[in-house]
């Protein structure tokens, strides 16, 4: 193995470089992993563009610790393990491995109630210096992650889908979905596009996607959704409320994170609905809260990560029943790291950007 490898650092906003730095060196109980494929979301973009310049907002700090690694949503092989990491896992060298992007403490009040995903120090890959992420060809699995065995037979970047596709889950697992909902979700990106797939497998009376790209909604057709409304030219209340006698939906779950699905959210919803935001928002989103008590009495949700949901999104992609041929859009070199920062800031074009370092 050389003893140096190529790794992105993330020095500051629009500071990204490639660099040649030493391979990291695993401590007991860790994994050497060498990385397969990593995605590209927004929230890379976030801490690459620096808070003020990419969302408008110049009170908000950007996300990430400098000279730090990027890079959260990954697959990739071990290459080196001790007996005790081995047995942690149930893994062993050459096994391919993903890690949920959250390195939970399991001291702080939230890890100790299983609710790991609200960690109060909150080391998530990418992000902070003590857990450098997978834009490198070698990452540290620490201790206290949380891996999981994936399938050899999927192509690199559907591995590493199982990030994204967790989060979704945990939003439709919010939701608290039942047989007869009508589901709309808001957003046909990767988020959006699992809130789609994760909506169809609890199998309610319909999912309804919303977005402005055609081809999008194209995907979120083949993902499960059996009606979709492209909102540059339908009125998409006016299908719910079609659909629905004019009571709205059920369920609402917003992938978007712009301030006109929320309220697009909260007139498309029934009374009692549901509303689940998972959605980054670089602006303040300005509702009429009434809607929510005296009009509605909605319940209004929150969602963050995947927790729980990994084996589910394992199991789904290692179905094969998914058309992630469409949704892993393009995938890069390591080198071609700014080129794919662009493709997901265009937005548009591609659906998930993955990064692939060897
Ligand atoms: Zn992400
Ligand atoms: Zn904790």
Redesign the pocket.
Known sequence: MSQTMQAVICHGPRDYRLEEIPVPVPGPGEALVQVEAV?I????LKCYYGAAKFWGDETRPAWAETEVIPG??FAGKIAQIDDEGAARWGVEVGDRVVSE?IVPCWKCRYCERGLYHMCKPHDMYGFKRRTPGAMAKYMIYPVDALVYKISKKLPPAHAAFT??LS?SLHAVERAGITFDDVVVVAGCGPIGLGMVIGARSKNPAHVIALDLVPEKLELAKECGADIVVDIADEDAEKVVMDLTDGYGADVYLEGTGHPSAVTQGLSLLRKLGRYVEYGVFGSDATVDWSIISDDKELDVLGAHLGPHCWPAAIRMLESGELPMDKICSHQLPLADFQKGLDLVAGGTESVKVSLIPS
């Open positions: 995605g979301c927004a929230s890379d959260h949503e992007q990030e994204p989060c």
